[in-house]
C-alpha cells in the first residue's frame, strides 16, 4: 500500500494567516492526490484534485502543489471557517488511501 | 444536486455483520464509482472498497475476506456489509461517489457504527 504521512497534524494560526501542510507519499504517485476539508460531525468535502485543481466552488484561497512524492496544500488569508481538519488521499494505485490528517485550529 | 442518504445498525456486537445501505439521488448509478470508507475518531479515512460502473468491485485488501459491495440499481441503492466484526471495526462510515478520478465528490452523511458486547 501507498503510505501517505502528513505534517504537521496539528496547526495553531490566526486569522489571515498563510498556512501550508504538507502531504508525503511513500512512491511515485506523479500527480495522483487530492486535498479534503472536513468540520467537526460532517463529511469530508473535497477541496483539490490532481494535486493542483481547485474543485468548483472552492475558494481560490485554497490551492495544491507538489509532485511525485512530495505535496502541499496553502490556505493564503485564513478565514474564520478554514479551522478544519484536512487531509490528502493518493488516487494512484489501488487500495486507496488517505493521510492521517492535520487540524487546523485557531492560536 | 447529486445526493447521498446513507442508513443501517449503528449497534453492534462482536462478530455479527455490519450493513449499511447508501440512496442515491440527482443522479444516476452508472459512470461513476461508488465508494465506502470509515473513519475513526481524529484520524484519517479508511477506504474499504467501491463498486465500479461495470459492477465490479475493488476492495482493500486488508478487510478483502470479510467485505461485500454490491448495488440494486433499479433503487438507486448500493450496499456495504462486513462480517465479524470486531472492536477495531468501531467509527463512522461513508458512502461516497467518485467520477473519472477517484477522488469522492459527494459523500453521504455518514453512520456511526460501534461495535461493543
Known amino acids: 500500500d501507498i503510505q501517505m504521512t502528513q505534517s504537521p497534524s496539528t496547526l495553531s494560526a490566526s486569522i489571515g494567516d498563510t498556512v501550508t501542510i504538507t502531504c508525503r507519499a511513500s512512491?511515485?504517485?506523479?500527480?495522483?492526490l487530492a486535498w479534503y476539508q472536513q468540520k467537526p460531525g460532517k463529511a469530508p468535502n473535497l477541496l483539490i484534485y490532481k494535486a493542483s485543481t481547485l474543485e468548483t466552488g472552492v475558494p481560490p484561497r485554497f490551492s495544491g502543489s507538489g509532485s511525485e512524492t512530495e505535496f502541499t496544500l496553502t490556505i493564503s488569508s485564513l478565514q474564520p471557517e478554514d479551522f478544519a481538519f484536512y487531509f490528502c488521499?493518493?488516487?494512484?494505485?489501488?487500495?486507496?488511501?488517505f493521510g492521517g490528517g492535520t487540524k487546523v485550529d485557531i492560536k | 444536486q447529486v445526493q447521498l442518504q446513507q442508513w443501517g445498525a449503528g449497534l453492534l456486537k462482536p462478530s455479527e455483520t455490519l450493513s449499511l445501505t447508501c440512496a442515491i439521488s440527482?443522479?444516476?448509478?452508472?459512470?461513476?464509482?461508488w465508494s465506502w470508507i470509515r473513519q475513526s475518531p481524529g484520524k484519517g479515512p479508511e477506504w474499504i472498497g467501491e463498486?465500479?460502473?461495470?459492477?465490479?468491485?475493488n476492495i482493500n485488501p486488508s478487510l478483502k475476506s470479510r467485505v461485500t459491495i454490491s448495488a440494486d440499481t433499479y433503487k438507486n441503492q448500493f450496499f456495504l456489509t462486513l462480517t465479524s466484526v470486531t472492536a477495531a471495526d468501531t467509527g463512522v462510515y461513508y458512502c461516497?461517489?467518485?467520477?473519472?478520478?477517484?477522488?469522492?465528490?459527494?459523500w453521504g452523511q455518514g453512520t456511526l457504527v460501534a461495535v461493543s458486547s
Open positions: 440527482g443522479g444516476s448509478f452508472g459512470g461513476y464509482y
Open positions: 463498486l465500479k460502473h461495470d459492477y465490479t468491485s
Open positions: 461516497a461517489r467518485a467520477g473519472s478520478y477517484e477522488v469522492m465528490q459527494y
Open positions: 512512491e511515485n504517485i506523479k500527480n495522483w
Open positions: 488521499q493518493q488516487f494512484n494505485a489501488y487500495p486507496l488511501t
